[in-house]
């Protein structure tokens, strides 16, 4: 750090130079892997603490960089949101989980997590209607995760597409709550399918009683407001047992498997074809 003026001062950082250069060029590798469908959805199931068995499977978005190997959803996502790219590879993303789930021997739903940008980029009712219809899912095999960071723009607009988006029969699911900009009068503008608990909250649920109480907290609520509680992240028989004992419907986690490719998920987890 060299001085530059009095009490201020300059950190020379020689990174600084080449970090948006490698950001546009990440940006670049980042918009011909969409166009080229490089960009691939993992699947994480879904347990239900009733059944044991698998409700629903979680699409994830894998990027494996040709020179740079696997780009973490962590980097590539923002930079989408943040480049625009978001809308184009949301959607390309839907039609290919959507796609896959049609193709299922087992009628468990597929998860796909929402951008709040796609909300706000054209008709996305319309955009999921044709998604749906094009692939032969039915509607109601489709979950819409969603974040409260959603919210934050334009409530009515965006209760509104939610609304018109559970009208064709769309599960939709307030993902990642209780971290952030959580608020509780979400649950009384919208009737969320499924509420899923951050993974903070999990990893703590041993150790803290404050993590318990808010696990507990939000089970409350999902039992009153007839709202499914997803916890995510489960990755101990500890944390499973506090959390089944807590009342949460269903849970998802290494602990059961982490996202596996879809021909693994056909072949470990689904029914296997024919039977
Ligand atoms: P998320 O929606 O909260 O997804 C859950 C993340 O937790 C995933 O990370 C998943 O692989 C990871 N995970 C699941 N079980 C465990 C566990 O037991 N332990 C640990 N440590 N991690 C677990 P991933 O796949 O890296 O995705 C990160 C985030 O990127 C997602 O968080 C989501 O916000 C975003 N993302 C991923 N795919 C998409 C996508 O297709 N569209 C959009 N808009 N966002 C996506
Ligand atoms: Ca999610
Ligand atoms: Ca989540
Ligand atoms: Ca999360």
Same mark, same amino acid.
């Given at each position: 750090a060299k001085e530059q003026g009095r009490g201020s001062i300059c950190c020379f950082d020689p990174q600084m130079d080449a970090a948006p250069r490698d950001r546009r060029s990440l940006e670049g590798d980042l918009r011909s892997a969409i166009r080229r469908g490089?960009?691939? !959805?993992?699947?994480?199931?879904?347990?239900?603490?009733?059944? %044991?068995?698998?409700?629903s499977v979680e699409a994830l978005a894998r990027w494996l960089h040709p020179e740079k190997g696997p780009i973490s959803p962590h980097i590539f996502i923002p930079l989408a949101e943040e480049s625009g790219l978001i809308v184009q590879l949301g959607e390309t993303l839907l039609r290919q989980a959507c796609s896959d789930a049609a193709s299922w021997s087992s009628?468990?739903?597929?998860?796909?997590?929402?951008?709040? !940008?796609?909300?706000?980029?054209?008709?996305?009712?319309?955009?999921?209607? %044709?998604?749906?219809k094009e692939t032969g899912l039915e509607a109601n095999r489709l979950q819409l995760e969603v974040t409260e960071g959603l919210v934050i723009r334009d409530v009515e607009r965006t209760f509104s597409e939610l609304e018109r988006l559970r009208a064709l029969g769309i599960q939709i699911l307030m993902d990642d709550f209780g971290v952030g900009y959580s608020s509780l009068?979400?649950?009384?503008?919208?009737?969320?399918?499924?509420?899923?608990i951050d993974k903070s909250f999990v990893d703590q649920i041993t150790t803290s009683r404050a993590a318990r109480a808010i696990v507990q907290a939000i089970v409350g609520l999902g039992d009153t407001l007839g709202m499914g509680v997803v916890a995510e992240g489960v990755e101990t028989e500890d944390q499973m047992r506090l959390l089944v004992e807590a009342g949460c419907t269903?849970?998802? %986690?290494?602990?059961?498997?982490?996202?596996?490719?879809?021909?693994? !998920?056909?072949?470990?987890?689904? !029914?296997?074809? %024919?039977?």
């Open positions: 490089d960009i691939e !959805l993992v699947y994480q199931p879904v347990m239900s603490t009733q059944t %044991g068995l698998i409700t009628s468990v739903r597929v998860a796909v997590n929402l951008s709040p !940008l796609q909300f706000q980029a054209g008709d996305l009712c319309a955009t999921v209607a %044709g998604i749906l009068s979400y649950f009384q503008r919208f009737p969320f399918d499924k509420v899923k269903h849970l998802q %986690g290494y602990l059961f498997s982490p996202p596996v490719r879809k021909s693994v !998920l056909q072949e470990s987890f689904l !029914l296997p074809l %024919g039977a």
